[in-house]
């Protein structure tokens, strides 16, 4: 464990953790969890829900994106919102991509850090005791960097990366690899021909292939094409300096998943009946007379946004 002894840990760190894509707040929870003195007591995909956490439970640390899912707060202003209603937290920006003018602006608002989310796990870990005993920590991730990690990989890496990104295991990103490669056989010898060779779908991923006048029984396509896939991607973290996958699925997201998967649209009204729900605590029958709606409906925007 990374401590800095400069620091006495007589209680645990409270972590309030501010994250739109889940993936990201899995892989975060189960990095951290390795430290028993750091707590992520509690998690907000936006400024409104993050606000009303801080209101109800002691918080010592916030560690956000700068970027989140929010038509309202985020970055410098709920930084700002938040130093301003509880001067003793500390936060750390736990994001993949900020301008050198954003960073400035974070320096300003408060901000005692910023980590790229692509960093080891013990990085951050590192940096929180920093944090909390006083200090700064800025660690920048540079252009080349990022370049230099689409230069090690091949196509077909960059191919599983944004699989991964997308949350498929290794046996789903062999099915898709499959899928194409059916597709391209229809293309190439026509449907009538594709169909005599392999037959249909199900079985082009189920049969045995054929070696050499022998037939192989150990292993289907499907099979065989995820050890592949088990392979590409132990390469991958190799070729990456990465040991934990929830690392290299960090990387996945920020940088090979298009931004408009990582978006997810809400309307003014479900922000406001989140508002209610988790700031001001409204019951759920009062915010469905109110807004002339359904408990059903209030349940299901609470169901969209992630919240239990």
């Known amino acids: 464990m990374l401590t800095e002894p400069s620091i006495n840990i007589e209680k645990p760190i409270k972590i309030l953790l501010i994250e739109n894509e889940w993936r990201m707040r899995k892989s975060l929870q189960e990095g951290l969890a390795a430290d028993a003195n750091l707590q992520i007591a509690a998690i907000a995909e936006n400024g409104r829900e993050a606000l009303g956490y801080l209101k109800s439970q002691a918080i010592d640390l916030v560690i956000m994106d700068y970027e989140l899912d929010d038509h309202g707060l985020w970055g410098v202003e709920l930084t700002k919102r938040i130093l301003d209603q509880f001067s003793h937290i500390k936060i750390i920006f736990w994001s993949a991509y900020i301008r050198d003018l954003d960073l400035d602006r974070a320096k300003e608002a408060g901000a005692s850090g910023y980590i790229p989310k692509t960093k080891p796990d013990e990085v951050l870990i590192q940096a929180i005791y920093k944090v909390m005993s ?18 090690k990989l091949t196509r077909k ?9 997308e949350g498929k295991s290794h046996g789903q990103i062999a099915y898709s690899f499959l899928q194409a490669e059916y597709k391209e056989s229809l293309r190439k010898y026509g449907k009538e021909k594709a169909l005599e060779i392999y037959g249909d779908f199900d079985q082009y991923m189920h049969e045995v292939p054929e070696e050499k006048g022998k037939m192989i029984r ?16 132990a390469n991958i973290k190799e070729k990456l300096g990465i040991n934990k996958l929830g690392e290299l699925i960090r990387i996945a997201i920020d940088e090979y998943l298009p931004l408009e998967k990582k978006r997810r649209p809400f309307t003014e ?9 988790l700031v001001e605590g409204m019951a759920v029958e009062q915010i469905a007379e109110e807004h002339s709606i359904s408990k059903h409906q209030v349940e299901d925007i609470r169901k969209k946004f992630g919240v239990a």
Do not use: C, F, N, P
Request: charged share 35%; glycine share 6%; net charge negative.
């Open 269 to 277: 009204e479900e922000l406001i009946v989140m508002e209610k729900l």
């Open 218 to 233: 150990t292993q289907s396509r499907l099979k065989g094409r995820t050890r592949v896939v088990e392979a590409e991607i």
């Open 157 to 165: 890496e960059i191919q599983v990366m944004e699989l991964l990104a």
């Open 134 to 151: 006083g200090k700064v920590e800025w660690i920048s991730l540079k252009d080349e960097e990022v370049i230099g990690r689409y230069i």
